[in-house]
């Protein structure tokens, strides 16, 4: 109960000058009373407002993730058509190897011969210059 008068009431020790110690005391005034309807009004319009902005940015943070995502999408629908279209031009690339692979054979095939053919050559050519050395030799006697 005093905590309740204590509200209501405060005393206010002063020293009145020439009063010899005298103290006066004060009745301490009941603040107005604010009307409950009110600030439940305004308390319910500041927490509309407040949600609606968390609402605004949650909303707004979506379509961001939405705009990302579809953008994404079309990057990767890109890279797909890029990537068909490689696959394709390989495609055609290992085709017209296969089709030139009988002539790149042939061309192996003379590349040997040609060297069988070049190491004949030599042989020859060293037998002829032995030829021609025992010629000279029996030439000079």
Do not use: H
């Not at 994404?72 to 390989?90: A, G, H, V, W």
């Not at 054979?105 to 069988?116: F, H, T």
């Amino acid at each position: 109960m005093l905590s309740w008068i204590s509200k209501f009431y405060s005393t206010r020790a002063e020293m009145v000058p020439g009063d010899g110690g005298v103290e006066t005391a004060e009745e301490a005034v009941e603040p107005a009373e604010p009307d409950i309807n009110e600030l439940c009004t305004d308390m319910f319009e500041k927490m509309a407002i407040f949600l609606q902005g968390e609402l605004t940015a949650t909303c707004e943070d979506y379509r961001l993730l939405e705009n990302m995502n579809k953008l994404t999408s079309l990057k990767y629908m890109e890279m797909k058509d890029i990537s068909i279209n490689i696959s394709r031009n390989l495609q055609d690339l290992n085709n017209k190897y296969a089709s030139l692979q009988p002539y790149l054979d042939q061309i192996n095939q003379i590349e040997e011969q040609v060297s069988s053919l070049e190491q004949a050559a030599y042989k020859l050519d060293a037998y002829s210059k032995k030829l021609e050395a025992r010629f000279k030799k029996l030439e000079k006697r």
